[in-house]
């Protein structure tokens, strides 16, 4: 998976043709909706949370005020929501993405954390960090089966210096 999303990264010009087409958000409902925004980082995420709850929203979502309005945006593998809340004209409004494969791979490859609700999030997590672990014993594996075998020793420093070699130039090279 996280192969197959870093293709769809590094060669997002081509995978665009495959996503929805526009609108790429459908609106939900629209609606009057006065409440106080705060500047505070703590006290935004918490007006976030009472703005979902009251509307019937729940899901791990981000916050970030611009100027006069308030972005929620609310994490879903399958259809994320976008809530705006328009402070000066006292507007509140939901929005769906429409479904695409390739922005599903792309989100799986940016979730982050267990502070995500639900059993779903969680469950992508654990795996997430089974896959770290089990990366990192095979490294580790590889290392101590390739120093058990001398025959085979020459060939590993030789991959060794190729992959350090390969890092400094790309690192150089940004």
């Known amino acids: 998976m ?16 495959f996503r929805p087409t526009d609108p790429q958000w459908l609106p939900l409902w629209e609606k009057d909706y006065t ?25 791990g979502f981000f ?13 879903n ?5 976008r809530v705006v809340y328009d402070i000066a004209a006292g507007k509140l409004r939901a929005e769906e993405k429409k479904f695409a494969w390739v922005e599903l791979f792309a989100r799986l490859h940016q979730r982050v954390g267990y502070g ?21 014993v095979w490294i580790g594996t ?3 089966l390739w120093w058990k075998l001398p025959m085979t020793r020459n060939w590993g420093w030789l991959a060794i210096g190729g992959g350090i070699t390969s890092i400094v130039v790309l690192i150089l090279n940004l």
Do not use: M
Request: charge should be positive; glycine fraction near 8%.
């Open 2 to 17: 996280y192969a197959l999303s870093t293709v769809l990264f590094n060669h997002g010009a081509y995978f665009r043709q």
């Open 63 to 75: 916050a970030q005020k611009q100027g006069q309005r308030l972005n929620i945006n609310v994490q």
């Open 116 to 136: 995500a609700e639900g059993w779903l999030n969680k469950l992508w997590a654990v795996f997430v960090d089974i896959f770290c672990v089990t990366t990192l």
């Open 142 to 144: 590889g290392l101590y």
């Open 77 to 81: 593998f399958w259809h994320p929501k």
């Open 35 to 59: 409440v106080a925004v705060p500047e505070d980082k703590d006290a935004l995420r918490q007006t976030a949370q009472q703005i979902l709850t009251a509307n019937g929203l729940n899901g």
